[in-house]
């Protein structure tokens, strides 16, 4: 009979064998898949229809091996730039608001980007997560079509935006991330890869349309949410994602003032004067070193129009309306 340390030893030779296939099947992909320009990065790969950069590309191969789930867990789902880090405020502060009081709270000296995991960064072996009580929060910025199987039957919030405010706070974002052996990123060439689909994670259309198509067919899985939405009416949104993560407010903490306690702690005017997102950097991964500051830049609805011409805001629009048509989704404002 094998004891415990052997059958330990048996599983972890396994699992680094099933490892070492990925690598190979990984080795061998890349020199077939189509590549593109990167934004961060010099090329992109088109991995299932969406474009990846190597790393990222790797660590879904990872995840759909490794990763496992429990029933109870929500993830955040999003593209980049849609109002990630403001979304995962919200929802950690929605949560856990008995754990901690809102005169000291956790997020008064750490991060957003600290109070869940994000799974893009992975890497093997990939941690169980078993640390975490339940339910488990996790985000990714995947389209859905390209999630492991097994997490698509948990619970999802997906956050979307204005393509064209996405354009111009990606470009800016990805520009200071960008390899200094590459040259610079211009807004033309950005807007022109924006427009053919090829960004980090993108065609943005399509990941937002893996999403949406999939909140019409399970409503009660798939909490589908709009940036502008959240901006213009944040209790309401609030009430409705709080109802939807399983911890709806109750009437006394209403009146009690509770959601507004919670839109005011992670607003961006209160999020991004605080001394611990001003200082330091968020580590994904072993490449990627983010500073602080940078997840807060200006939180505002239509600043596209302080970068962007006529001609390209209607070709932008054009796009998405050609590409979403029949979906029921708008996403383009008008004004």
Same mark, same amino acid.
């Given at each position: 009979?094998?004891?415990?340390?052997?059958?330990?030893? %048996?599983?972890?030779?396994?699992?680094?064998a099933e490892y070492n296939k990925i690598c190979e099947e990984y080795k061998n992909m890349m020199k077939t898949l189509p590549?593109?320009?990167?934004?961060?990065?010099?090329?992109?790969?088109?991995?299932?229809?969406?474009?990846?950069?190597?790393?990222?590309?790797? %660590?879904?191969?990872?995840?759909?091996?490794?990763?496992?789930?429990?029933?109870?867990?929500?993830?955040?789902?999003?593209?980049?730039?849609?109002? %990630?880090?403001?979304?995962?405020?919200?929802?950690?502060?929605?949560?856990?608001?008995?754990?901690?009081?809102?005169?000291?709270?956790?997020?008064?000296?750490?991060?957003?980007?600290?109070?869940?995991?994000?799974?893009?960064?992975?890497?093997?072996?990939?941690?169980?997560?078993?640390?975490?009580?339940?339910?488990?929060?996790?985000?990714?910025?995947?389209?859905?079509?390209?999630?492991?199987?097994?997490?698509?039957?948990?619970?999802?919030?997906?956050?979307?935006?204005?393509?064209?405010?996405?354009?111009?706070?990606?470009?800016?974002?990805?520009?200071?991330?960008?390899?200094?052996?590459?040259?610079?990123?211009?807004?033309?060439?950005?807007?022109?890869?924006?427009?053919?689909?090829?960004?980090?994670?993108?065609?943005?259309?399509?990941?937002?349309?893996?999403?949406?198509?999939?909140?019409?067919?399970?409503?009660?899985?798939?909490?589908?949410?709009?940036?502008?939405?959240?901006?213009?009416?944040?209790?309401?949104?609030?009430?409705?994602?709080?109802?939807?993560?399983?911890?709806?407010?109750?009437?006394?903490?209403?009146?009690?003032?509770?959601?507004?306690?919670?839109?005011?702690?992670c607003s961006f005017e209160n999020l991004s004067k605080l001394e611990v997102n001003k200082k330091g950097i968020e580590r994904f991964g072993k490449l990627v070193e983010v500073e602080k500051r940078d997840f807060f830049r200006?939180?505002?609805?239509?600043?596209?129009?302080?970068?962007?011409?006529?001609?390209?805001?209607?070709?932008?629009?054009?796009?998405?309306?050609?590409?979403?048509?029949?979906?029921?989704?708008?996403? %383009?404002?008008?004004?």
């Amino acid at each position: 009979m094998l004891s415990s340390q052997s059958l330990s030893i %048996t599983n972890e030779s396994k699992q680094d064998a099933e490892y070492n296939k990925i690598c190979e099947e990984y080795k061998n992909m890349m020199k077939t898949l189509p590549k593109g320009n990167g934004w961060r990065v010099q090329h992109l790969y088109n991995y299932n229809g969406f474009w990846l950069d190597s790393e990222t590309l790797k %660590t879904n191969m990872i995840l759909n091996t490794y990763f496992k789930t429990q029933p109870t867990d929500i993830f955040l789902a999003s593209f980049m730039k849609t109002g %990630t880090t403001w979304l995962k405020a919200l929802m950690f502060s929605i949560i856990n608001r008995h754990r901690y009081a809102f005169s000291d709270h956790y997020l008064h000296h750490h991060g957003p980007q600290s109070t869940f995991p994000f799974i893009d960064s992975e890497v093997y072996p990939v941690n169980d997560f078993t640390h975490i009580s339940a339910p488990r929060l996790f985000a990714t910025h995947y389209a859905r079509d390209i999630l492991p199987l097994c997490m698509t039957s948990c619970k999802f919030v997906y956050i979307c935006r204005d393509p064209k405010d996405v354009l111009i706070s990606k470009w800016i974002f990805m520009s200071k991330l960008r390899s200094k052996d590459l040259t610079p990123l211009l807004l033309g060439e950005a807007f022109e890869l924006f427009c053919q689909g090829v960004s980090e994670y993108g065609p943005y259309w399509q990941h937002v349309l893996s999403y949406w198509r999939a909140s019409l067919e399970s409503p009660d899985k798939i909490l589908f949410m709009k940036y502008e939405d959240i901006k213009e009416q944040p209790k309401v949104e609030l009430k409705k994602l709080a109802a939807f993560l399983g911890n709806p407010f109750t009437l006394e903490e209403v009146e009690k003032g509770v959601v507004e306690e919670i839109v005011r702690l992670c607003s961006f005017e209160n999020l991004s004067k605080l001394e611990v997102n001003k200082k330091g950097i968020e580590r994904f991964g072993k490449l990627v070193e983010v500073e602080k500051r940078d997840f807060f830049r200006k939180g505002e609805i239509g600043d596209w129009r302080n970068y962007l011409s006529k001609e390209m805001k209607d070709r932008i629009d054009a796009i998405f309306d050609d590409k979403l048509k029949g979906s029921g989704l708008v996403l %383009t404002s008008r004004d």
